[in-house]
């Protein structure tokens, strides 16, 4: 009877020692954080908002579970190591996705700039076929200074993608694609018009 | 010994009839951090964010309350407080949903009377900006802010009502900068001086068709409204189209300039290429004097004469004429009707000076 009590006593001893001495897990939170910082810098807060912030709420979950196992008399930080792992893991997987968006803006910006750039053009062209006379001289005299403004917004629209605002030189380019069309518009109805009087 | 053994299993058994296991977490936890996830997504530290840190600050606390009772040793465990605690998170995340979708609809209505407001800016100094033949600055300026305008269409599209305020704060600047062009341009045309003279011609006009119960017509080129008297009051005001010199005062053929000074009506044209037209008694005799004195003094082009055929007439107040006063064919038709021959018309420049139009004020 002695003996199993004696065995008992230096079970608890040895679990209170192990259990109440445990460290943090340092090297896991740093990993985590680091993980997450990386994600940050890779353009998470604009391509990946919902995952970042997902991956922001288990970061602070698992330290939240590290403060409490901390404060506890028996440690336990298993939990909060599987949990600091899965927050690197998905940290770590995010960042191809985020590369993968990235790319995928940066070509509809590409796309966007030359799409834009040609509604120039044509409305340039158009502006040249357009019947001079009485009550368009000005007008001409307007649509010209418009586009050569237009024009000086592509440039705008370059500086964006160099930034790498592949959303923002989207935008931009949809703003000048629609307003040079809509400049053509207005020149092709002028010279339907003028084609409908001489008829 | 056997006594001892017996007491254990009994102590285990009864353990494992109480259960070992730990009661359930309860699902408002599951809940309400859904629930935040979906009031972030949303913006609500944007939209209402004192209501957003309280909820964020509530939402702490109960989970404080979790962590303090999984802490427990799971016999102790009570979760009926930790649920009350995330009940009633969850019941102040839907007020702040609410909350939410108000303040955006409030935003978004905001930014649209914004936008409307801009463009009311922009469609006046974009006009303004013919009539000063001032192109190049001004309808830089005009492109840069419709551009703007255009991308803060798309952010609001996109519900990024945030980014779209935001940028709304870029578009003015440049309508003040083709604001203050035009006004510059417009400030070498007008003079106080000037002014009080055509000031004069008007009173003097309106106090002839008070005198005479006659009906008058008053234009006022820079602020491009045509005004009806009957009997000395006001009784319609129209928007009018001028030529591409508009702001000038005509002095000879071709300078596509409109003249300033007392006409009368000497024709009444019902079908003309520009609908119906009026046909003013340029030039007067006091044109005719500036016109010699302004050929003495070379400043007539060789050739060039004083001109003629100066109309109010229909076609769009958006076209530019040569030198006519163009309406839209329904206003023309209304006036059309209630003229006569010898109807007084006075053209004058402005009767205000620049600094006082509207598109020179800002915050408009």
């Not at chain 1, 608890?12 to 910082?37: G, R």
């Not at chain 1, 919902?50 to 979950?61: S, Y």
């Not at chain 2, 996830?37 to 530290?45: E, K, P």
């Amino acid at each position: 009877m002695k003996s199993l009590f004696r065995v008992i006593t230096l079970g608890l001893l040895i679990t209170f020692f192990f259990a109440a001495c445990a460290k943090q897990p340092t090297q896991e939170m740093d990993n985590a954080k680091s993980a997450v910082e990386t994600v940050k810098k890779a353009g998470a807060e604009i391509y990946a908002k919902d995952e970042f912030k997902k991956l922001n709420d288990d970061l602070t979950a698992a330290l939240d579970e590290v403060t409490a196992q901390s404060k506890k008399l028996f440690k336990g930080y298993g939990k909060a190591k599987e949990m600091l792992a899965n927050v690197k893991t998905e940290a770590d997987n995010l960042v191809p996705t985020i590369a993968q968006r990235k790319e995928e803006a940066k070509k509809a910006a590409l796309a966007a700039q030359p799409e834009a750039a040609a509604a120039v053009a044509e409305a340039k062209a158009y502006l040249k076929k357009a019947p001079k006379g009485k009550g368009t001289r000005a007008d001409i005299e307007a649509f010209t200074a418009d586009l050569k403004a237009l024009e000086g917004s592509l440039l705008e629209v370059q500086k964006a993608i160099d930034a790498e605002d592949y959303y923002g030189a989207a935008d931009k380019a949809k703003a000048i694609k629609e307003k040079a069309a809509g400049i053509s518009d207005q020149i092709k109805k002028a010279i339907e018009k003028v084609k409908g009087r001489k008829k | 010994m056997m006594r001892n053994w017996l007491i254990a299993i009994l102590l285990l058994l009864s353990l494992s009839a109480s259960g070992c296991k730990a009661p359930p977490v309860p699902s408002e936890v599951k809940e309400t951090e859904t629930q935040e996830s979906n009031l972030w997504r949303v913006g609500s530290a944007f939209y209402a964010s004192e209501d957003y840190l309280k909820y964020k600050e509530s939402y702490r606390q109960a989970k404080n309350k979790l962590i303090k009772e999984k802490r427990k040793f799971i016999w102790f465990r009570k979760y009926k407080p930790v649920r009350l605690a995330f009940k009633n998170v969850l019941d102040e995340g839907a007020k702040l949903s609410q909350k939410v979708e108000i303040e955006k609809e409030i935003k978004s209505n905001k930014i649209m009377s914004q936008l409307a407001s801009l463009k009311n800016r922009i469609d006046a100094v974009k006009k303004l900006s013919l009539i000063a033949k001032e192109t190049l600055v001004a309808r830089s300026a005009i492109i840069s802010a419709e551009l703007l305008m255009s991308e803060v269409g798309f952010m609001k599209q996109e519900g990024n009502l945030i980014a779209a305020e935001e940028k709304l704060n870029d578009i003015s600047p440049y309508i003040e900068k083709a604001e203050e062009t035009v006004r510059s341009f417009l400030a070498r045309y007008v003079n106080e001086r000037a002014i009080r003279t055509w000031k004069r011609w008007v009173n003097e006009t309106i106090s002839e068709s008070t005198k005479n119960n006659i009906v008058v017509i008053i234009i006022d080129k820079l602020d491009r409204k045509l005004t009806v008297y009957k009997k000395g009051k006001a009784v319609g005001t129209y928007l009018i189209g001028l030529s591409r010199n508009g702001l000038s005062d005509k002095l000879h053929s071709g300078d596509f300039a409109i003249p300033e000074g007392k006409y009368r009506i000497t024709k009444k044209l019902p079908s003309r290429r520009y609908h119906k037209a009026l046909l003013l008694s340029y030039p007067s005799q006091e044109d005719l004097e500036e016109f010699s004195s302004a050929k003495m003094k070379g400043l007539v082009p060789e050739g060039a004469s004083i001109g003629d055929s100066i109309e109010i007439h229909g076609g769009g107040n958006e076209s530019l004429t040569d030198g006519c006063i163009s309406l839209e064919n329904k206003d023309i038709n209304k006036i059309f009707d209630i003229v006569d021959l010898g109807t007084p018309v006075t053209i004058v420049r402005a009767l205000s000076s620049p600094a006082k139009l509207p598109i020179t004020r800002k915050g408009l």
